[in-house]
């Protein structure tokens, strides 16, 4: 099978991008942004004292899942006010994020007490990750042997750089499909005090029942 210097170059560039862009999808931190109103959230409360507002203030400032945040694979960070109660850095963004916790290892135990939703979630987000990671590795080597083979007109490698790069796609939407499955079991499922069906129940009327909703997700990938 010949490889022209076209063939190779646009193999080579192409490739190129699709690394560009997949590292790009992995590292940021904006796959989610939740906007919280804390000031609505506030005086919603004061006016409705039979709520149990004190608990729902207190909350508002020891809580992090009532600041506004973007969340990605790896971190959450917090462009606006940032919670006093959660170890925060700088990110290499100049963002100021705190660590998703993935429980890698469990060294004390800590997930013994999740639910049965709350594992499978906890899972689907350890998949995501991994299948990137493999994703990125079967998209080196596709390189590479894409590189070869056009080099040495070698219609093994080129057959195998065309798997390679299938692979890297099927794993690519492999990850995509599993975040989207954790999104679906935060949103749905109880599976921790910071997702929506364990919001406090003043968050949860507003977002029901009124059409400036308190908390707002925009799905960013």
């Known amino acids: 099978m010949p490889c022209s210097a076209v063939t190779l170059s646009i193999a080579t560039i192409t490739a190129i991008v699709a690394a560009a862009l997949m590292a790009i999808a ?3 931190d904006n796959w989610l942004y939740i906007e919280v109103k804390r000031s609505n959230i506030q005086a919603y409360a004061a006016e409705n004292t039979a709520d149990n507002s004190q608990v729902i203030l207190d909350s508002l400032n020891n809580k992090y899942f009532f600041y506004t945040r973007t969340r990605g694979l790896f971190r959450i960070c917090y462009p606006k006010e940032r919670p006093p109660t959660v170890e925060i850095y700088l990110s ?3 963002t100021h994020c705190s660590n998703v916790d993935y429980f890698i290892p469990d060294e004390n135990n800590e997930t013994k007490g999740l639910s049965d939703d709350a594992m499978n979630r906890l899972h689907m987000a350890r998949s995501t990750v991994a299948l990137f990671i493999v994703a990125f ?5 596709a390189f590479w042997t894409g590189v070869v083979g056009c080099w040495k007109r070698s219609p093994g490698n080129i057959t195998a750089t065309a798997i390679l790069m299938l692979v890297t796609c099927l794993l690519s939407a492999g990850a995509m499909a599993l975040w989207h499955g954790v999104e679906f079991y935060e949103k749905e499922k109880v599976v921790g005090e910071e997702f929506y069906q364990q919001w406090p129940n003043v968050s949860r009327f507003i977002w029901h ?6 908390i707002h997700y925009y799905i960013k990938i």
């Open 92 to 94: 290499p963004v100049e």
């Open 137 to 141: 590795l079967a998209l080196f080597i």
């Open 209 to 214: 029942f009124t059409r400036k909703s308190l």
């Open 26 to 28: 992995f590292s940021t």
